[in-house]
C-alpha cells in the first residue's frame, strides 16, 4: 500500500462522481473553511448517547492507550473496539472503500483533512459535545487547516527526527553540522531503518540535502533526495518500518528516523537492565525541523454519532491526556501539558526531553502542507523507487 500511495486515490478515475476530489491547499497564510454539505450536517443537540452501544475505533497501532479506552468504556456503558492500520494510505483505501461502519478516525493527518471532507467521508462535528476543546492550544481552536475546527479536533503533537541506540552506535548526531546526515554517518549496517511514510521519509532526504521547503513541486529537488535515500540504502541495508518503538528497543534497529512519540514510547519496551539513556532522541534544538499534529474525526457513516462525540471530548481531558500519553508517548496539545509536567510525573524520561513538543515549535518548525496532486505523484513516484532499492531487505509494517 505505501507503494501504490496516495496518487490514485487522489486523482481518481474516469468520471466517476465518487472519485476523490482535491480542494484548497490550506496553509498558515491561507487558512480553510470547508464547507458544510446539506446532506452531512452536524448531528443535533441535546441527543442522548447509544448506550451499551459498541463504539468503532480506526486508528494507529499503539496511539491511543488501553485504560483511555477502558474507562471510556465504563463510563458511558459501551464496548469500545479499535482496528488498527499501519500506514495512511492503508486508512485510506478502506475507507474510501465503504465496507467498514467505523465511528471514529483517529491520528488524521492534517494534509489529509480536505480530501476527507471532499469525499464527505468525515461529518461536521457538533461543538456542544466538546467543551473540553478550550482545554487545547489556543492555535487547535481556529487552526489553518480547518478553520473554526469545523471537522477536528487536535489529538497529537509530535516532531520527526532521529532515534537512536547510545550504547550500540559510536556517533552522536550533535557533534555533526548537518544531524540530518547522521544515518549515512552512524554506520548501522543492516540496522539502520527509514518510516514507511513517502512524505516524512523522502522529506529526510531533502533536509539532508539542505532543502527545507517539505512540499517541493520541483521535480530536481525530489529525484535528488531520492536518490539520497537510495545511496544510503547501499551503504546500510536500508529498511522501512513503522515500529520503530519496538525495533528500537529490541536492538534489531540502532538508527531509525522516528516521530518523537516513538522514542520516547521505547522506553517502556526497553529489556530489563537497558536503562532510558540508552536511547537518543535527535531533533533540531532551536525547532526548526518537521513538526506536526495529527487529529480526531468523527466519521460519516457512524454508527453511534453521539458517542463519537463524547470520545473526541474525554480525549481532551486533562486526567485522560495524561494517561493517554504515559501509555503512547505521543504528546497532546493541552496548556496544562507542559514538558516540565511530564518529566515530573515521570511521563517523559529527563534523557529524552528532545522529544518534548512546546507550543512554539509550531512557529519555527517546518510543516508538511497538502500538496497539488501532480506534485504528490512525483514524490510518490520517488518513493516507489526508494521502496525498490530496498527491496532486497524487509520492509516491516
Known amino acids: 500500500m505505501a507503494a501504490g500511495g496516495l496518487g490514485a486515490l487522489l486523482t481518481g478515475c474516469g468520471t466517476d462522481p465518487t472519485a476523490p476530489r482535491q480542494g484548497p491547499l490550506p496553509e498558515p497564510r491561507n487558512p480553510v473553511t470547508w464547507p458544510v454539505y446539506s446532506d452531512n450536517k452536524p448531528i443535533a443537540n441535546g441527543l442522548p448517547h447509544e448506550a451499551y452501544g459498541a463504539l468503532s475505533i480506526y486508528t494507529w497501532p499503539g496511539r491511543v492507550g488501553q485504560r483511555c479506552l477502558d474507562d471510556f468504556s465504563k463510563a458511558h456503558r459501551c464496548e469500545v473496539r479499535p482496528t488498527t492500520f499501519t500506514t495512511i494510505t492503508e486508512a485510506l483505501s478502506r475507507l474510501i472503500r465503504g465496507h467498514d461502519r467505523f465511528d471514529v478516525f483517529m491520528g488524521v493527518p492534517t494534509s489529509l483533512i480536505g480530501l476527507l471532507v471532499a469525499q464527505s467521508l468525515i461529518q461536521p462535528l457538533n461543538h456542544t459535545y466538546i467543551p473540553n476543546i478550550t482545554q487545547a492550544w489556543p492555535m487547535f481552536t481556529d487552526p489553518y487547516y480547518d478553520s473554526h475546527w469545523q471537522y477536528t479536533v487536535p489529538y497529537t503533537v509530535y516532531t520527526t527526527g532521529i532515534a537512536w541506540r547510545k550504547d550500540l552506535v559510536n556517533a552522536d548526531p550533535y557533534a555533526l553540522m548537518n544531524g540530518w546526515s547522521f544515518p549515512w ?51 546500510v541495508g536500508l529498511r522501512i518500518s513503522n515500529a520503530t518503538s519496538a525495533l ?117 518548525g517546518l510543516k508538511q502542507f497538502e500538496i497539488p496532486v501532480a506534485a504528490d505523484e512525483l514524490w510518490q513516484q520517488a518513493w516507489r523507487g526508494i521502496i525498490r532499492a530496498a527491496r532486497r531487505h524487509p520492509i516491516l509494517t
Open 248 to 364: 528500537i528497543a529490541s536492538g534489531r534497529s540502532w538508527v531509525h528516523h522516528a516521530w518523537s512519540g516513538q522514542a520516547v514510547a521505547a522506553v517502556r519496551l526497553l529489556p530489563h537492565g537497558v536503562p532510558a539513556e540508552a536511547i537518543g532522541y535527535w531533533f533540531p534544538p532551536a525547532g526548526d525541523g518537521p513538526v506536526a499534529n495529527d487529529t480526531n474525526t468523527v466519521l460519516r457513516g457512524a454508527k453511534n454519532p453521539v458517542l463519537a462525540h463524547l470520545f473526541l471530548n474525554f480525549m481532551l481531558e486533562r486526567a485522560n491526556v495524561m494517561h493517554n500519553i504515559a501509555a503512547t508517548g505521543y504528546a497532546q496539545p493541552l496548556t496544562w501539558v507542559t514538558p516540565s509536567r511530564l518529566v515530573s510525573h515521570g511521563i517523559l524520561p529527563p534523557a529524552l526531553t528532545s522529544a518534548a513538543v512546546p507550543s512554539t515549535f509550531f512557529d519555527r
Open 185 to 235: 554517518a552512524a554506520g548501522g549496517e543492516g540496522t539502520t531503518m527509514i518510516l514507511n511514510d513517502y512524505r516524512a521519509s523522502i522529506s529526510l532526504g531533502l533536509l539532508k540535502d539542505g532543502v527545507r521547503d517539505l512540499g517541493t513541486a520541483d521535480p530536481l529537488l525530489i529525484d535528488n533526495a531520492a536518490q539520497t535515500l537510495t545511496d544510503l540504502s547501499g551503504r
